[in-house]
C-alpha cells in the first residue's frame, strides 16, 4: 500500500512538473489533458507488456523465421528466444500507476464539466 501511494503522489508531482514546463501555468482542463496522456501511455506499455509475455507473438515470430529465412540457417534461428521470453519487466507497475492517473483524471473531468 506505501509502494502504491508513493507511486501515486510521484506521479502527480511528474504531471504537474509537464504542465508547468508545457504551458507555464496549471489549470484544470490542463491537467486533464496530461493526465489522460501520461496514464494512457502508461496502461499501453501495461497492456503492451502483457500481450507479448503471453505468448501471443511466438507463433508469428516462428513462422517468419520458417519463411524467411533458409534451410541452414533456421536451426540457429529457431533456437534463439521466444519474445515472450525476452521481456521480463512485470506489466502490474504500470497498471498500478496508470489506472490511478486515469481515475483522478476521471474524477477531475467530472467536477470540470460540472
Known amino acids: 500500500m506505501k509502494r502504491i501511494s508513493i507511486n ?8 504537474f512538473v509537464l504542465i508547468y514546463i508545457l504551458y507555464r501555468n496549471v489549470t484544470v482542463l490542463d491537467y486533464i489533458n496530461i493526465s489522460f ?17 503471453s505468448g501471443f507473438f511466438d507463433f508469428f515470430s516462428t513462422s517468419v523465421k520458417k519463411v524467411f529465412y533458409r534451410k541452414h540457417v533456421q536451426e540457429d534461428i529457431m533456437s534463439m528466444r521466444k519474445p515472450s521470453e525476452a521481456l521480463s519487466m512485470k506489466s502490474t507497475f504500470f497498471f498500478m ?18
Open 37 to 53: 496522456y501520461v496514464g494512457g501511455l502508461l496502461l499501453f506499455i501495461g497492456l503492451a507488456l502483457l500481450l507479448f509475455q
Open 97 to 114: 500507476t496508470g489506472i490511478p492517473i486515469i481515475l483522478f483524471m476521471l474524477v477531475t473531468l467530472f467536477i470540470y464539466s460540472s
Open 8 to 15: 501515486i503522489i510521484v506521479s502527480q508531482l511528474l504531471i
